[in-house]
């Protein structure tokens, strides 16, 4: 029940709620999006794949693990002492700020720029204030202003260099090794562990119920560590070890993921497979280019008769496709002499023409153009290409002379090792996806939250308790900002700003999560969204050639990042001072 006090500002309330819910679905479409957007680039995942895991891991990170009580005002950057005695004047300016946010969330989100969600709501929050004439925090101090341009090269150097170090002990213990998938074979284990391990503590310390490293203690955080280490490893050997060998070693293409739970049963030579996969394939080509010329070749074994297509369909030889030369295929990435080296400069790779996947226009309108709006299928395949557009577009390959002449100078590894990494580069985006769905779910329900228990309660509090349906809603709202429009970014994030691969991606993201956990500890200003773009320009430059970053792309992206505060401010502020100075009768 509203208090009289502010029971007549519920146009206030109505006016933040729908600005609330644009702000969560357009927080899901940009900083959802950076968890997951290496893992698409990299093809371990397809858009298809983390469209429903994005609205599971957003859900649980929100409900499960998501702040129960928000500051008002967030980081404290603005001074709310002015507003004692006048509810409806904050509720205002916490409106105005929840649109402005929301505004340049969706058109940043639009124009392809990942920009940071928290400061945002920042830049919104202060124009607001400023509108008000109250006083912002420039000192420098936590959530300061000054914090926040500071975290404009702070997170990005930080992260690049983790993602270059975990990028460069692959590379040099792996990758480049005379026998790669011999010795890939023999640290895989070790690396789900690690990871395993570090994004365990990543979740217990960043999120925002958990207590403090200090209350929790050094002795009980270093069990935690050790037993998720060793749990990872023994699960490893037990479970994934042997699928691997059954996929990769025996290649057998009816082994899908669902059988790692058989273990040591898949070394034998006749098991029989629930639910067996079909095709001839059994690795995928994580190189390979939609566009027209992929450096590729075969798989020179029995099994490898047939090449996969990036749409999902097989050229058989023998049928006129150029794949006919199948001795030569995928040379490069799965040599079948142990003593060559496994890579090779793209140039020297052999071509072959893979199709590419029709955009969901061309695949669900076109056929349907001509029928009559008395047809049901014609509302059936509308129906299908607005609910399921967001997750069909291709975000992987790019139709651009310069960005094909970028990937070049990455160099192309075999992609049976490529393959043992995709595994830890899943959990790695879906712990990332949670610790964001508990961490920045305030963005989002924060200043809504303070509307809300100002209207309750008619009075002014710094501090405000966030009631259960608003996480679940805005948990919901942020998996649906991805599902819909989450593609912008993962395009922007991708292979936009250099080749992605599995072991690419996976260095990504770890590096990431490992400097925002460090960062966190030690005080020092980051985004999540700036991490991820400096850990990408961090393992492009392990090929130890600029050409390798798209940095047209880099400053486009960095452009955003300048702009977030002052647009998000100025639209806020403009509002705020517009409705402040409304006549009134």
Known sequence: MASPVT????????????????????????????????????????????????????????????ARVTSTIKNGIIKVDRFTGHPGALMLIMGCAEVGSATWLMLATKLGMPVSTTQTVVGAIVGAGFASQTDAKWAWEDGSLSQVAASWAIAPLIAAAFSAIIFGTVKYLVLERKDPFKNAMRVIPFYFAITGALLALFIVVEAPTAPSLEEFGAGKATSIILGVFFGCLAICYIFFVPFFKRKLIMKDPRVRVWHIILGPRLLKEDIKLFWP????????????????????????????????????????????????SIKQSNEGHLPSDPEKPRVEETSNAPVHLVRKKPEPYERWIVPVKSLSWFNPQKWWAYLKFGFLRGVSIDVIT?????????????????????????????????????????????????????????????????????????????????????????????????????????????????????????????????????????????????????????????????????????????ISGVLCLMALNTPHF
């Open 398 to 570: 790019h139709d651009n002379d310069l960005l094909r002449a970028i990937h070049s100078k990455a160099k192309r590894y075999d992609v049976r090792v490529e393959h043992l990494w995709t595994y830890c580069q899943v959990v790695s985006a879906m712990m990332m996806s949670i610790a964001h769905g508990s961490n920045d779910v305030a963005n989002a329900v924060g200043p809504w939250s303070a509307v809300y228990q100002t209207y309750l309660e008619g009075e002014v509090s710094t501090r405000s308790r966030t009631p259960i349906f608003m996480l679940i809603v805005a948990g919901f709202l942020l998996g649906l900002g991805f599902w819909f429009y989450g593609y912008h970014i993962v395009r922007a994030l991708g292979n936009k700003i250099t080749q992605m691969s599995p072991t690419r991606g996976f260095s990504v993201e770890l590096g990431a999560a490992v400097t925002v956990l460090l960062a966190s500890r030690l005080g020092l200003p980051v985004s999540t969204t700036q991490c991820l773009t400096g850990s990408a320009v961090g393992v492009a430059l392990m090929n130890y050639d600029l050409g390798a970053v798209n940095w047209r792309q880099i400053a486009f992206i960095f452009s955003g990042w300048v702009l977030t505060l002052p647009i998000a401010g100025l």
């Open 7 to 66: 029971a007549k500002y519920d146009w206030i309330l109505a006016i933040t709620t729908i600005a609330f819910i644009f702000s969560a679905f357009g927080n899901g479409a940009n900083d959802v999006a950076n968890a997951y957007a290496t893992s698409v680039a990299a093809r371990t995942l397809t858009m298809a794949q983390v469209g429903p895991l994005a609205i599971v891991t957003e859900f649980v990170g929100a409900v499960a693990l998501g």
């Open 277 to 324: 996969g079909k095709g001839d394939e059994y690795v995928t080509d994580y190189y390979a280019d939609a566009y027209g010329q992929v450096h590729a070749g075969t798989r020179q074994d029995k099994n490898a008769g047939k090449v996969s297509t990036q749409d999902g369909s097989i050229n058989k030889p023998g049928d006129g496709s150029p794949s006919d």
